[in-house]
C-alpha cells in the first residue's frame, strides 16, 4: 500500500514524521515522505521515497520575524495572524508541490502544516488520517497551546474549550478564499463553510493520532474514540554522527555541565540573551554546552562555556544534567524521554503550553518565558533544576516511562486499522 507522509516546518517538527514513516516502512508500506528539499537525505538513507516541498521552513520563520510577528507572540491571535499572512506567500507553491506528492497513493497521513493533504485525500477518495504533535482537539481539560495563557484561566473548562474554537475560525478564515479557490478550480471540489474542515473532524471523519505521551498529556474525557494519545515518535538513532572530539573532552570534565539552546527559534535580542546566559553561568558556576541555532546565539567560547551550531539532542542530552531550551515539542520529548530537568525557555504558541505541562509535572522549573530572559531568572531556574533532588527525581522516573513506550509502533497499529 502507497501511503504518502506529508509533514513541513523546522526539524523538530519533521523528524517524528520521518520516525513514523520508518516505522510504516517496516511493517510493510510504501511510504513517500512529502516534506522540505532540506530533509531529502533523512529519508534517503532510510530507503524512503521523497517528493519535495519548495520553500525553505528558515526562510519561512525569518519572514515571520521581519514581520515583527516574535515581538507579539505573547498575544496568540496576532501571532497566528502574521504567521497565517507569512504562509500564504509560500501557499500556492506548496499546494501544487503537495498535490504533486499525493498522486498514486492508497492512503495519506498528514501534519498540522500539511493539512491541505486533506483536501487531496477527499478529491482523490482515500482515506486520511491526521497525525499531530500538539493537542488540536477541543476539551475542557486544557486550552489550546495558542501561547501564554494565563494560568488562573485553565481551571474554566468552558474558556478551554473556546480557545480552540478560536484558533480554527482565526486560522482557516485567513486561508480559507486560497483553500476553497483551490478546491474548486484545482480539486473540483465544493467550498467549505466559514466553520472549515473542523465539523469533521469532530464528526469521527477523520482519525486522529497525537504523537506524544499520556504521560506528559493524559488522555481529555471529552476525546472522542476516533482520537488516540500513542507516544512520542522517536527518531531511531544508532547511526548518530559522533560529535567532535573537543566537545567529547569537554563532557568528560568532572563539574556539572547543561545544554542551552533554543533550536530554529530567531532571537529577538540575540546580545541580550547572551549577557543573561553568561552572567547566569557565573552566578551557578555551572557550565554549558551552547547551541548557537538558527538564531546564531552570540557566545564566545571559554573554559566555562562550549559553543557549537548544533549537536543531535539525542546524543547529547543523556551526558548533561539539565536542559534550557525554547519548549518547542520534539526538544522537550527529547529531554523528558533522557529524564533531564528542564528550564522552558517558550517564545510563542505551542511553546508555552509544552512549558507549562514540564512544570507542572514537577520535573523542570517555572518556565522563563524569552521575552522575560534575564540573568537572576536563568540563574534561578538552574539553582533549582541542578539541585533539588525531588524534581531531579520526578525527572528521572518520567524518562524511565517514556523510554518503556513505543509510539512508533502504537501509532503504525492504528494505521493499519483506518488506511485499511
Known amino acids: 500500500m502507497r501511503i504518502a507522509l506529508v509533514c513541513a516546518g523546522s526539524r523538530g517538527d519533521v523528524q517524528p514524521y520521518v520516525a513514523l514513516a520508518e516505522g510504516m516502512k517496516q511493517a510493510g508500506y510504501h511510504v513517500r515522505l512529502v516534506t522540505h528539499e532540506p530533509f531529502a537525505s533523512w529519508a534517503e538513507v532510510r530507503g524512503l521515497e521523497f517528493a519535495p516541498l519548495r520553500g525553505n ?153 497525537y504523537g506524544f505521551s499520556r504521560y506528559v498529556v493524559p488522555r481529555p474525557a471529552d476525546w472522542g474514540d476516533h482520537i488516540h494519545i500513542t507516544g512520542y515518535w522517536f527518531l531511531n538513532t544508532e547511526a548518530l554522527e559522533p560529535p567532535s572530539p573537543e566537545l567529547e573532552a569537554f563532557l568528560r570534565e568532572k563539574e556539572p555541565v547543561v545544554a542551552i539552546g533554543f533550536g530554529s527559534m530567531p532571537l529577538p535580542h540575540p546580545e541580550r540573551m547572551a549577557r543573561a546566559i553568561t552572567e547566569a553561568l557565573e552566578r551557578t558556576g555551572l557550565r554549558a554546552v551552547v547551541l548557537s541555532g538558527w538564531g546564531r546565539l552570540p557566545l564566545r567560547p571559554s573554559r566555562r562555556i562550549f559553543v557549537t551550531e548544533q549537536v543531535a539532542h539525542e546524543w547529547l542530552f543523556p551526558r548533561v544534567d539539565a536542559v534550557v531550551h525554547h519548549a518547542g515539542g520534539g526538544t522537550t520529548a527529547t529531554g523528558l524521554k533522557h529524564g533531564r530537568p528542564t528550564v522552558p525557555v517558550p517564545f510563542f504558541v505551542d511553546q508555552f503550553f509544552w512549558a507549562y505541562r514540564v512544570h507542572a509535572l514537577g520535573v523542570g522549573s517555572t518556565p522563563v518565558p524569552a521575552h522575560g530572559l534575564t540573568a537572576r531568572r536563568l540563574a534561578q531556574a538552574l539553582e533549582q533544576v541542578t539541585h533539588d533532588p525531588t524534581l531531579r527525581e520526578r525527572a528521572a522516573h518520567l524518562g524511565e516511562r517514556l523510554r518503556r513506550e513505543d509510539g512508533v509502533a502504537r501509532a503504525v497499529s492504528l494505521l493499519e486499522r483506518y488506511l485499511k
Open 57 to 209: 521552513p528558515r526562510d519561512l520563520m525569518t519572514r515571520i520575524w521581519h514581520r515583527r510577528a516574535l515581538a507579539a507572540g505573547r498575544n496568540p491571535l496576532v501571532f497566528m495572524r502574521t504567521m497565517m499572512k507569512a504562509f500564504r506567500e509560500f501557499m500556492p507553491a506548496f499546494l501544487e508541490d503537495t498535490l504533486k506528492g499525493c498522486q498514486g497513493v492508497q492512503g495519506i497521513v498528514f501534519s498540522t502544516l500539511g493539512f491541505p493533504a486533506y483536501h487531496i485525500a477527499e478529491a482523490m477518495g482515500v482515506p486520511a488520517v491526521a497525525a499531530f504533535l500538539q493537542p488540536q482537539t477541543r476539551t475542557s481539560a486544557f486550552p489550546a497551546p495558542i501561547g501564554a495563557v494565563p494560568r488562573w484561566l485553565h481551571r474554566f473548562g468552558w474558556f478551554n474549550r473556546w480557545t480552540y474554537v478560536a484558533m480554527e475560525l482565526s486560522v482557516w478564515n485567513l486561508i480559507r478564499k486560497d483553500i476553497n479557490r483551490w478546491r474548486r478550480e484545482t480539486l473540483g471540489l465544493p467550498p467549505l463553510s466559514a466553520l472549515g474542515p473542523y465539523p469533521r473532524l469532530y464528526r469521527g471523519e477523520i482519525p486522529v493520532l
